[in-house]
């Protein structure tokens, strides 16, 4: 079992829909990124959280340390939010422990 | 400000040959780790440099190794390459804290 797991693999939805990605966790940890990698590898960080919740324009993450659970949401989902979405918990110094990926595919 | 670079972009070489590839990080960045990521494994940590000195490694095999220069950039290096070295290597940068954790674009390696 994979220390960091992700639901849905593969996503497809409709331009304006609400997406939401899952990340579940087995071990406790003290912090979470969730990272977006376009085709062509380049990965840029959305979000870290510890606890709670962020808002960046259209994306949400938010975390429960004690469910050991985030989710990302994107509202008002667009064809350029394609791309995939990876969790990677932080262990230790500076050390990132990635789940699977979701790919997200946004049809106009 | 710059971003983490990492040379070259692409780079294709043959079975048994060595290769290094570079990473400069944002600076005032310390600390400068390395990830691999293939289609069958995905992205798995390498190891991890602050001020010079490799603080966590992945199980990797001993072919794989780096180093930290007092400036910072850092450099990874692969011997005896093998088909299945393959892949994206990306590396990131931080002051040490991870909200500042930025990535490079990659470099695609490619072993023939």
């Known amino acids: 079992k994979n220390e960091v797991e992700q639901s849905p693999q593969n996503l497809t939805a409709q331009e304006g829909e609400f997406i939401t990605i899952n990340c579940s966790y087995s071990?406790?940890?003290?912090?979470l990124h969730w990272l977006q990698q376009h085709p062509g590898g380049g990965i840029v960080s959305l979000f870290m959280l510890s606890s709670g919740k962020k808002k960046h324009g259209r994306l949400i993450a938010t975390i429960n340390i004690q469910e050991k659970h985030s989710s990302l949401h994107i509202t008002a989902s667009h064809p350029r939010d394609s791309a995939v979405y990876i969790c990677a918990k932080i262990q230790g110094a500076q050390k990132l422990v990635f789940g699977q990926g979701t790919r997200l595919t946004i049809n106009p | 400000k710059a971003g983490v670079t990492q040379t070259p972009r692409y780079l294709i070489k043959t079975r048994g040959q060595q290769v290094t590839l570079s990473c400069s990080p944002i600076s005032g960045h310390r600390s400068v780790s390395w990830y691999q990521q293939t289609p069958g494994q995905g992205l798995q940590f390498l190891f991890e440099y602050f001020s010079e000195t490799q603080r966590n490694k992945g199980n990797f095999p001993g072919r794989f190794s780096g180093r930290q220069f007092s400036n910072s950039r850092s450099e990874m290096n692969v011997s005896t390459l093998e088909l299945g070295d393959s892949a994206l290597y990306l590396c990131?940068?931080?002051?040490?804290?991870?909200?500042?954790?930025?990535f490079g674009s990659g470099t695609r390696l490619t072993v023939v």
């Open positions: 071990v406790g940890i003290s912090a």
């Open positions: 990131a940068s931080s002051t040490g804290t991870a909200d500042d954790y930025t």
